[in-house]
């Protein structure tokens, strides 16, 4: 393969891909709504589970997911702490965040003070301009 046909099957799988997130976000989004309607139908007639449907099923309803977040991390920890549940939290350095203090202690020239426990690797990057 030369050089041009590299650059035209890199583009190809580009918008494939691009096509297909695109894709799986409207089908996401169809999804979520299909459910909320479906589960509001359910509600208002304070059912369980809808009847069963030859070559479709039927549906039931789950326990709700919980989800939860805080807007004061320090708060929260002395809260955890003062109720004896501490153990639900440790100190974590996101993956992100140590790509980008290694990304910059290279670019300052420091490479060589990153300790030995911290693996380095680099993955080729392309962009593609018209």
């Known amino acids: 393969m030369n050089e041009r046909e590299l650059v035209s099957e890199y583009k190809i799988a580009k918008e494939e ?3 297909l997130e695109e894709s799986l976000k409207t089908a996401k ?11 509001d139908e359910l509600q208002s007639k304070q ?4 009847a069963r449907y030859d070559g479709l099923g039927c549906v039931t309803l789950k326990k ?10 320090e708060q929260l920890f002395e809260y955890l702490k003062s109720i004896g549940r501490d153990d639900l939290f440790k100190l ?8 980008s ?10 490479q060589h003070e990153l300790p030995d426990f911290i693996e380095v690797w680099f993955k080729p990057s392309t962009m593609l301009t018209k």
């Not at 989004?29 to 589960?39: E, S, T, W, Y």
């Open 64 to 73: 709700p997911i919980v989800g939860a977040r805080t807007t004061n991390e």
């Open 101 to 110: 203090f290694v990304k910059e202690m290279i670019e300052n020239g420091k």
């Open 47 to 50: 059912a369980s589970k809808t």
């Open 92 to 99: 974590t350095c996101h993956h992100r965040s140590l790509s």
């Open 29 to 39: 989004d169809r999804f979520d709504k299909a459910q909320i309607r479906l589960v």
């Open 17 to 19: 891909v691009e096509r």
